[in-house]
């Protein structure tokens, strides 16, 4: 199976993605996703003028040597525009050989060990009447976790906060990124109410997780996680800047509130503090931003050996091909956790055709060979690139704060 042609598709139908394409002299395409929020066009062009060249005529079935290649032949390692383009190209191959050998590519990775993911929702409101009206919605649409993200009063627009009217897409199509406000204090008095009142609406059953998004100091966190202990969180995710590895050891040693951290990591190196210590419960990593299938399964084989699981990143920003990767690998590992389910816009469905399925709150990437996923490359054309950007965040003195 030698490959004969890699083609990179920037497009997007509700918001930009892009996605790799390999041919081979099989007449086989894999894809994989390349989709890098807000920097989208530096993975484009890495994939196009220095990776592309270095697959023609190479075998598609040498997965592993081709990722060795890509990541050693470099010299320069690691960093998010690296290791998306990696992933692309493993998800690439590893949807080829599952396609060459007909069988859904989870069957390659050791085969199912469970019968569908539990995915979680994201529910959002400015205010506890919206955010119950949300949280209804995501059970109305079959979720059985939910993520909860609450408005502030004082602040006023917060990262996860929808209004009713409009679906929650934190990329915003403007020349330049939005400005939203941080208050710490002012979030770390409300969110403890937040979390009280939504235990005693929708009992002690449903598992309710948060996104701190990074914001906090460790001390601040240890705190948070404290005060959120009486409401049984299934996790507090980023609550601090993530690259400071050592942070958790604060924060672990305050509060027993299960963490989750990674999904801003690439590597494994990332980790090795994090897990070595068994600091977080749940590797946050996507398929799509951490090297691959090849990559992030070593990630979760060495979590396993600490009872540490995935929660791997599923947001629009991760594609349907993004999406495909991780509900292959999530079905088929033993320390699977659970599944970040964001669906994307009805007009995404126009350009890329997913198999994989959701009903009962569990998701499965379905039974056809290779990912499943196709695109539709006449559709796609019809979506341009538009250049967009995540918001960035400002303390009530002009002080730039992580988003
Ligand atoms: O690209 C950034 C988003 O993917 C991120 O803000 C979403 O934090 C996120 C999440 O948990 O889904
Ligand atoms: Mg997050």
Redesign the pocket.
């Known amino acids: 199976m030698i490959i004969e042609s890699v083609e990179v598709v920037v497009t997007s139908p509700g918001r930009n993605f892009v996605t790799l394409l390999i041919t081979t002299d099989d007449g086989l395409t894999g894809l994989g996703d390349a989709t890098l929020?807000?920097r989208e066009l530096a993975v484009a062009a890495y994939l196009r003028d220095h990776i592309a060249p270095l697959l023609i005529g190479r075998d598609a079935h040498a997965i592993e040597d081709t990722w060795q290649l890509l990541y050693r032949g470099a010299y320069w390692r690691r960093g998010p525009v690296t290791m998306t383009a990696i992933a692309a190209v493993d998800v690439a191959l590893w949807d080829l050989k599952a396609q060459f050998v007909r069988l859904p590519l989870y069957q390659l990775l050791g085969g199912a060990s469970r019968s569908g993911l539990l995915a979680y929702g994201?529910a959002g409101g400015r205010d506890l009447s919206e955010l119950y009206d949300s949280i209804h919605r995501n059970l109305d649409e079959g979720f059985r976790a939910v993520?909860v993200q609450s408005g502030v009063p004082g602040i006023a627009s917060l990262?996860?906060v929808a209004t009713p009217d409009a679906a929650y897409e934190?990329?915003r199509r403007t020349p330049r990124p939005a400005e939203e406000q941080w208050d710490s204090r002012a979030y770390l008095r409300h969110l403890p109410g937040v979390f009280e009142a939504v235990r005693s609406e929708f009992g002690p059953e449903l598992p309710l997780l948060h996104?701190v998004?990074h914001r906090l100091t460790p001390i601040e966190a240890a705190r948070l996680g404290r005060s959120l202990e009486p409401y049984d969180l299934f996790w507090l995710?980023?609550c601090t800047p993530a690259e400071d590895q050592e942070a958790l050891r604060l924060v672990r040693s305050h509060t027993v509130i299960p963490l989750a951290i990674g999904?801003v990591f690439n590597s494994v190196h990332d980790y090795r503090t994090l897990i070595g210590e068994r600091l977080i419960d749940y590797v946050?990593s996507s398929v799509t931003h951490t090297g691959g299938i090849t990559a992030l399964r070593r990630i979760l084989d060495l979590a396993g050996l600490y009872q540490i699981k995935s929660g791997m990143?599923?947001?629009?920003?991760?594609s349907p091909v993004g999406m495909a990767a991780a509900l292959h690998l999530g079905l088929a590992i033993h320390n699977f956790g659970i599944q970040?389910y964001?669906p994307h816009a009805p007009v995404t469905g126009e350009v890329f055709w997913p198999s994989f399925t959701f009903a009962g709150g569990l998701l499965h990437p379905g039974d056809q060979p290779g990912l499943g996923v196709s695109i539709n490359l006449p559709a796609a054309r019809r979506f341009p690139y538009e250049a967009a950007y995540?918001p960035v965040n400002r303390l009530r003195d002009g002080t730039v704060h992580d988003?």
């Open positions: 929020n807000g994201h993520r990262y996860g934190p990329a996104d998004h995710e980023d999904e946050r990143h599923g947001p629009t920003d991760i970040e964001m995540l988003w």
